[in-house]
């Protein structure tokens, strides 16, 4: 018997999501599986869906994981348990954060845009505030979300229009291979600031570099790094 890949697994998720979705209501209007393209960073940001409605702009991740998910608010990542065993798995709130923002400012501001991470397995941990939650439940939160302001028709099909113009035609293998990229660059440019304050020099204004502990500052400039 073949395992599914995470891939399909991803896609089946994005797949549950959609449908219950389309049983909203109330006027709403949905983007699925939708890239934009950040021109400055050149970073794309690929985004499962996103859900136009009167009580807000809803940016929606999906997590499709087996398993026991535990947080700990003090790690950047979070840890998903199968059979007794642990691995390691990157924090979808941070992802969506970014993604949040992104859409935020591509209508300029004007609108309230809310993350939200559903876990399509129904195994969301509890965080207080944060929008992490099950499948069974996405309908109700969307339903009773606290909004300010509520959206009008003319005004969703305006947003819809917006999205849908400004999202970019990046396939998946394309925002695959910026990330991978971005990532290289980004682990290039630790790796010469790890040999920098290895030698005791800071990389931004050559001064000498002093540590406390893990922590190390420099004494001629605000640069600082964390090892």
């Given at each position: ?12 998720g994005e797949k549950l999501v959609a449908l219950e979705l389309e049983k909203i209501k109330e006027y709403h209007l949905v ?187 420099c004494q001629g400039c605000d640069f600082h790094f964390h090892f």
């Amino acid at each position: 018997m073949s395992t599914m890949s995470k891939a399909t697994r991803g896609e089946q998720g994005e797949k549950l999501v959609a449908l219950e979705l389309e049983k909203i209501k109330e006027y709403h209007l949905v983007l699925n599986d939708v890239t934009f393209l950040n021109k400055k960073s050149e970073m794309t940001h690929q985004i499962d869906h996103i859900l136009i409605h009167s009580h807000g702009i809803f940016v929606i991740e999906t997590k499709n994981y087996f398993g026991e998910i535990k947080v700990d608010p003090d790690k950047p990542f979070w840890e998903k348990i199968v059979n007794g065993k642990i691995e390691r798995i990157n924090n979808p709130l941070h992802q969506n954060k970014s993604h949040a923002i992104t859409i935020y400012k591509t209508l300029n501001g004007e609108h309230e845009v809310i993350p939200v991470v559903v876990f399509v397995k129904n195994n969301a941990p509890y965080l207080g505030d944060e929008n992490v939650i099950n499948l069974e439940d996405l309908l109700l939160f969307i339903d009773s979300f606290p909004y300010k302001h509520k959206i009008t028709k003319p005004t969703i099909d305006k947003v819809y229009s917006v999205l849908k113009r400004r999202s970019s035609d990046v396939s998946k293998e394309e925002h695959l291979e910026n990330i991978g990229y971005l990532k290289q660059i980004k682990k290039e440019i630790k790796d010469e600031i790890r040999y920098a304050v290895e030698n005791r020099k800071c990389p931004r204004c050559g001064k000498k570099i002093c540590n406390k502990g893990n922590l190390f500052c420099c004494q001629g400039c605000d640069f600082h790094f964390h090892f």
